[in-house]
Structure formats: C-alpha cells, structure tokens
C-alpha cells in the first residue's frame, strides 16, 4: 500500500475505498412434509385368556387349554372345575412319605432274623436302605408290603431248602448202608463218632456217606465197639475167620470188588493172624 508522507509528519496510511458488495438474497426452506403415522392395530381378542394372580400379586394372562374352552373360545368352567376337582382325587391318591418309617412294622416277627442288616441302624446296609426309601418316595405302606412279600417268599425258599436237605439226608443213608451193610451199622457208626469226637447227632448225620467205609477202618484200629451190621455181614469188619469168609461171599469183596470193603477183609485176617498181616 503507498504511504502518503507529510513533511515533518509521520507517514499517513491513504484511505481505502471497500470494495463493494454483493447483496445476498435468502432462499426460503420448504419442511418436508410429514408422514402420518399408521393407525394402532386393534389388540386380538383371546377370550380363552384368563388373568391369574401369581403369589407375588402380579397380574399375568394364562391361556385355557382347548379340551376346556366353549365353541365360541371362552373357558368351559364345568369342565375346569370338572378337571380340578379330578386332579385333586389323583394328588390325595398318592403315596405320602413319612418323616421316619416304622419297620418293626413292616417286617413280620418270623422273618425278622432274615432283615437283620436292614433292622439294625449299625448294620452296613441300614443307612442305604432308608436313604433310598425317601430318594424312591415309598410310603409306609408299599414298605410294608415289600417287605411283607419278601418274608413270605424268603420261608418259602427255606421251605424249600430244607425240603432238599431232607432228600440229600436221605439218599446219603441208603448209599451210606449200601456201603456198611445195614442202617443200624450207619446209625451205630456216626453216633460213636459223634460221642468220640463231642459232635451233636445232628452234626454227625453231615458226615458225608463215602467216607463212613474208612469211619469205619479207623473205628476198628481204634478199637471202637462192635456195631451190628445186619444183613449177615460181620461186626467190626469180621472178628472170626468164618465170618470174614462170609464177607469174602459178599459181591463188594469178589464183583464189584469194592477197596473199602476189602480192606476191611484184609484187615480183619491181619488181626487174626498177626504174623501174616504185618
């Protein structure tokens, strides 16, 4: 820019002429136009809705099935009430499970030695058994049928046993007096062993019928009592030479050659003639 110097002046800055301007002119803004919003739908009508107070007081809608709405949709309350009241007869129905079960009660007296180690709390299946009661929700009385049905079966298999030993008892006594001579003999034998040896009669009848042919041998080494034999065959295995003759006649010494029956021969001369016996 020139500067315009006065004398004795500072230097003057010319005035400047502005540039002239522009007029502006504003442009009026059209709004958009505005959309209507859609009308609200009508809210569908469920008339099988029923309003249910939960415990906590909030109102909710609750649907009615459809085997209990009328045709036109609204509940059949005949046939709730119908269902309800059935409900309630199937729920008192059911097995209610007791704080403690009484199982004095449950098993009969005759069987109560069989249910020991469910009887007695220190028995190793106690605790089991009434733990699983109450996971199965048993009542007292399916309990006491149980175990009602159990004793009964658990006498019948002891019927049933001791049925079996009977049988076993006897088809031992008579291959025990085929192998002795005669049921007194086997009598008379077990119950010397029985008195020799501190056994019951009952303990003596287990002994087992194949081994009495060597009860025997060892009776007479021992020096035991002569037991009849019946059925002509000698006591003790034969005390005389005839009667050891008479044992030779026998078909276990000669056909069917039996080795305890022989060896009681044997011994028998052995005992007669010591010299030829040794």
């Not at 045709?71 to 269902?83: I, Q």
């Amino acid at each position: 820019m020139p500067e315009l110097v006065i004398p004795g002046g500072t230097p003057a800055v010319a005035p400047t002429t502005p540039a002239p301007t522009t007029p502006t002119t504003e442009v009026p803004v059209t709004p958009a136009p505005t959309q209507a919003a859609p009308p609200a739908e009508a809210p569908q009508v469920k008339p099988w809705e029923l309003d249910w107070k939960g415990a906590d007081g909030a109102v909710s809608k609750v649907e009615v099935a459809e085997p209990y709405r009328n045709a036109d949709g609204t509940p059949n309350v005949a046939a709730l009430a119908k269902a309800t009241a059935d409900m309630r007869k199937q729920l008192s129905g059911l097995p209610q499970v007791p704080e403690t079960y009484d199982l004095d009660k449950a098993i009969p007296t005759e069987f109560r030695d069989d249910f020991a180690d469910v009887l007695d709390p220190k028995a190793p299946l106690h605790d089991g058994f009434m733990k699983g009661l109450k996971e199965h929700k048993i009542s007292q009385d399916q309990l006491n049928f149980l175990l009602g049905y159990a004793g009964q079966r658990e006498g019948l298999l002891k019927g049933e046993m001791t049925r079996m030993q009977e049988e076993a008892n006897k088809a031992a006594m008579t291959e025990a007096v085929t192998a002795l001579g005669s049921e007194d003999k086997v009598k008379g034998l077990m119950s010397w062993f029985a008195s020799s040896l501190g056994m019951t009669e009952k303990e003596s009848a287990s002994i087992p019928p194949r081994v009495l042919p060597q009860l025997e041998i060892l009776r007479q080494k021992l020096g035991g009592p002569t037991i009849p034999s019946g059925k002509g065959v000698p006591a003790g295995g034969g005390t005389t030479e005839a009667e050891l003759k008479t044992m030779m006649k026998d078909e276990r010494y000669w056909k069917t050659r039996d080795r305890a029956f022989i060896q009681q021969v044997t011994d028998g001369f052995n005992r007669l003639y010591p010299s030829n016996g040794g």
